[in-house]
């Protein structure tokens, strides 16, 4: 036995079989119920895995395409390698510059999902782009959201892209970058708070958009190198709050869990999916495990983990970008990880653990009489020889997620604490 399984053996091993059914019983209002026995039985018994593993990666075949746009020099190359997490000299990077360095629409692939595309659009203004041509030339139609950036006011170019964006009913956002820049140099000379600088460069924006009828607009505060300071998180939440549901799931699971946002929206999607990863594994080919009284297939449980542990953070790669993003060591951050320690360390182990407590608790018993009482366990029945191992698999990632879930919070608020501490220790030296 490892020595973080031993450590986090109690952690992994402590249930509450009540409210773990009731969150498993929560998970079945999200399934077509008709529409998976439709589909299960239209195929052979052999290939309702194929069915199953449809369900859990269908968004990554969702097209998603959000276009950058606004003024020379305005930060919207730099806005498009930030959301997908590249440096400028990173491979595949957009080119920045202070001149117009974007002449034609220019498509960019996020590293970890190719569907997803940053569109670099032209600046307005310019002589190859005039406003009255922008809308057409751009093929704005295609587009599922606009961010429009500007570095001082947004122009009146702005303002007729924004009338065109409201009459093909699309989603659009204002962006103030910059701020890194400007709310140092305000506080120095005129010795009002961060608070107070924010506050006046927002009012002045929404007075003028407000002025020229643009109601109620969505003003966020960046800086377009880091997506962990001023509103970026909050820019980014707002873009996938806007999406249609498909686009939004896709939009989360891609992008880094480097906001305790990102990671809070990552594991309601995800543990949606549990359901069904506990039909794969149930349905797949279990084996019997010692001390532990239904059969799963640990493989797929073990995957999911390590996908998870991937996508919420806590690899050594993530670990190392949020690092450098919140100017800390990924060795500082690793201290702040406890029960995903034995998942990353030993992941068959202690997934093995994990449902041995569960039948020790009384699970397989508990989980499938519950389920039998339920139109879910008709179905389940049809797919899998064991209505208690689904029962058993579904609860084991339950609390898996939990755990990783749990620890990735727990890594970033250390990250925020130190990043903050330094500040303050930068701001006394400075007086």
């Not at 339920?374 to 939990?402: D, M, P, R």
């Amino acid at each position: 036995m490892s020595d973080s399984l031993e450590k986090y053996t109690e952690e992994l091993t402590d249930f509450s079989l009540e409210e773990e059914t009731r969150k498993m019983k929560a998970t079945f209002v999200e399934v077509d119920l008709e529409e998976l026995k439709a589909e299960m039985e239209a195929m052979n018994l052999e290939n309702h895995s194929e069915v199953i593993t449809k369900h859990i990666e269908q968004w990554k075949k969702i097209p998603l395409n959000i276009a950058i746009t606004g003024e020379s020099g305005s930060g919207k190359s730099t806005m498009v390698n930030t959301l997908r997490g590249l440096k400028p000299r990173d491979k595949g990077a957009a080119l920045v510059g202070v001149k117009e360095t974007t002449m034609i629409p220019t498509s960019y692939l996020h590293p970890d999902n190719p569907n997803l595309k940053l569109w670099d659009l032209p600046g307005m203004g310019t002589l190859k782009f005039p406003a009255i041509e922008y809308v057409e030339k751009m093929e704005c139609q295609k587009y599922d959201f606009f961010l429009i950036v500007s570095h001082t006011r947004f122009s009146e170019n702005d303002l007729n892209l924004v009338r065109a964006l409201r009459r093909l009913d699309k989603k659009f956002a204002f962006v103030r970058s910059r701020m890194d820049i400007d709310i140092p140099n305000q506080m120095e000379d005129y010795g009002i708070t961060e608070d107070e600088v924010k506050e006046e460069v927002r009012g002045d924006i929404s007075k003028y958009l407000e002025k020229e009828q643009i109601d109620h607009p969505q003003i966020f505060l960046v800086n377009c190198r880091q997506r962990t300071t001023y509103e970026f998180s909050d820019l980014v939440s707002y873009i996938w709050d806007n999406l249609p549901e498909m686009k939004r799931i896709a939009m989360v699971l891609t992008l880094k869990a480097v906001t305790e946002s990102m990671v809070t929206a990552k594991t309601d999607i995800l543990r949606k999916e549990i359901y069904w990863t506990a039909l794969l594994s149930a349905a797949g080919g279990a084996v019997p495990i010692p001390g532990v009284s239904v059969a799963v297939d640990v493989a797929i449980i073990a995957a999911q983990t390590m996908d998870w542990i991937t996508n919420l953070g806590l690899d050594h790669i993530s670990l190392k970008q949020i690092a450098e993003e919140y100017n800390t060591t990924a060795d500082y951050l690793r201290k702040n990880i406890k029960g995903t320690s034995a998942l990353i360390a030993s992941p068959r182990e202690a997934i093995v653990t994990i449902l041995r407590g569960l039948a020790l608790a009384g699970a397989p018993k508990v989980l499938g009489e519950s389920l039998k009482a339920t139109v879910v366990g008709v179905v389940i029945g049809s797919v899998v020889s064991s209505i208690s191992a689904y029962g058993c698999t579904y609860v084991a990632l339950n609390k898996i997620l939990t755990l990783i879930s749990e620890d990735s919070h727990r890594v970033l608020q250390a990250a925020i604490a130190m990043r903050a501490k330094r500040l303050t220790e930068e701001a006394a030296r400075a007086v």
